[in-house]
């Protein structure tokens, strides 16, 4: 089984500051790791993903995350955000092959607030 | 691609009445997924089906849910003999099978309240 712990609940950041917002995983087996961006009353919209290959993954957006094995972390950043930024961002993980692609077990979430 | 399609977008019912969700994931895709959302919590897995298939389903899936994807193309959800704590946001997504590694596309998702 895999678990996942984003370790802020809320991110306030003023606009064009960087930010970073972190996950941490747990699986005895490899993963593919995601970022989803949720807005008020919508669905989740994938952001990027791990697959395998470079541990530098690019997005959209502007948004980039590094997969880091040896501290099982997935943490997003962007360089500079804008008040559009302002969203719930969830990451989830999924156990790598098998039949179970698709079965994400996602992170309780966090709020960014970008203010003005 | 008008992508994955939910209603309705929100329904109020009251404790013990039955109801009845649905999902039209974009028209190639062949798997799609089950999702339930509560408040300040992320989506937790609750089933998904391959094609017409239903490969796996979560315990949170109690006895009063039913999903099914009879022509391998919509799904419906239902709920009987709703619960307040059913009260959720249930989310559908869809995905391809043999393209690679196909992301999930959700829905916009169905707000239920149980009252």
């Known amino acids: 089984a895999q678990s996942v712990t984003q370790l802020d609940s809320q991110v306030p950041v003023f606009e064009e500051a960087p930010v970073e917002l972190r996950c941490n995983y747990s699986?005895?087996?490899?993963?593919?790791l995601f970022w989803y961006v949720q807005y008020p009353n919508q669905g989740l919209q994938l952001l990027l993903k791990y697959l395998s290959g470079s541990t530098l993954v690019k997005g959209i957006n502007g948004f980039e995350a590094e997969f880091n094995k040896s501290q099982t972390s997935f943490h997003l950043r962007k360089p500079s955000v804008h008040i559009s930024d302002t969203a719930e961002y969830f990451c989830?993980?999924?156990?790598?092959?098998?039949?179970?692609?698709?079965?994400?077990?996602f992170g309780q979430g966090t709020i960014l607030t970008v203010h003005p | 691609d008008t992508g994955v399609s939910q209603n309705p977008r929100h329904k109020i019912t009251k404790r013990g009445q039955n109801v009845t969700f649905r999902c039209d994931p974009i028209?190639?895709?062949?798997?799609l997924y089950w999702y339930r959302q509560t408040l300040g919590q992320g989506p937790e897995f609750l089933t998904y089906?391959?094609?017409?298939?239903?490969?796996?389903k979560s315990r949170l899936l109690s006895d009063r849910f039913s999903a099914e994807r009879p022509k391998g193309s919509f799904s419906t959800l239902e709920i009987q003999r709703t619960e307040q704590g059913d009260s959720a946001m249930y989310l559908c997504?869809?995905?391809?099978?043999?393209?690679?590694?196909?992301?999930?596309?959700f829905g916009n998702g169905t707000r239920l309240t149980v009252t």
């Open positions: 699986s005895s087996v490899s993963v593919y």
């Open positions: 989830a993980v999924n156990a790598a092959g098998g039949t179970s692609y698709g079965k994400l077990t």
């Open positions: 089906f391959q094609n017409e298939a239903q490969l796996e």
């Open positions: 997504a869809s995905s391809i099978t043999g393209q690679g590694i196909s992301p999930l596309h």
């Open positions: 028209s190639e895709h062949n798997r």
